[in-house]
């Protein structure tokens, strides 16, 4: 495999080998080539590890794709910035490639969000500047908007859902948090190689608890 590094032997992880903070060390081929474009969508299905399913439990959030990949018989990581079940049961986790960090915040339910902000989240959702907010779905917005006003009216813009260091200042913001059927997650990593922040929004579309997770994946 070059220079990419081994995570772990199948046979390893079909045993049961525990995932402690950090479990994935990078692999140092990375999905550099893939372009990360505002507003981009993904459909995706994550797996618990199984004989059928041996790469299939992490997400990238630079191109949407599985975050592992299997050759010659050996798990390598390709670059995993989500986890599913695995380190938190039951759960998404982010940050657990060695020296990122990550946070997950359930935002709640599609439908209730959709009726706030007058349509389809994974769509109408920006972040910017360290504060996600809530735009029109037929805005137009130039190449080089910054964070919007209250009173930018070309934008469309419809409200701040949160700043994220007004939510670190109240507490920890957890790495964790369980699957929910039906529910929009806001993910951020921080200290990837890639980038100083990589967020993703991942709306659940089907949830098989301890089985698979169907997901909408939004780059917001």
Not at 56 to 71: A, E, N, P, R, Y
Not at 73 to 94: E, I, K, L, P
Not at 127 to 137: K, V
Not at 140 to 169: H, M, Q, R, T, Y
Request: aromatic residues 6%.
């Amino acid at each position: 495999m070059g220079s990419r590094v081994v995570i772990l032997g199948v046979a390893a992880a079909l045993l049961g080998v525990g995932f402690a903070g950090g479990w994935l060390a990078r692999g140092q081929s990375r999905a550099r080539e893939a372009a990360r474009t505002a507003g981009a969508l993904f459909e995706i299905e994550l797996f618990t590890l199984s004989p059928t399913h041996q790469a299939h439990s992490t997400l990238c959030l630079l191109d949407g794709k599985h975050g592992q990949v299997i050759q010659d018989g050996q798990r390598y990581n390709r670059n995993s910035h989500v986890d599913f079940h695995h380190y938190a049961a039951g759960s998404f986790t982010a940050g657990v490639q060695g020296g990122e960090n990550g946070q997950v915040i359930d935002l709640g339910d599609v439908s209730d969000l959709r009726g706030e902000y007058g349509g389809d989240p994974l769509r109408v959702l920006r972040w910017r500047d360290g504060r996600l907010f809530a735009r029109g779905e037929a805005a137009v917005e130039p190449e080089d908007v910054g964070a919007p006003s209250k009173d930018d009216s070309v934008l469309a813009w419809v409200g701040e859902i949160f700043d994220i260091a007004a939510l670190v200042k109240k507490g920890p913001i957890r790495k964790s948090a369980p699957v929910k059927a039906g529910h929009v997650y806001f993910v951020r990593i921080t200290g990837a190689r890639e980038s100083p922040e990589i967020v993703g929004l991942l709306h659940v579309l089907d949830h098989d608890p301890g089985v698979s997770v169907k997901l909408r994946v939004a780059l917001p």
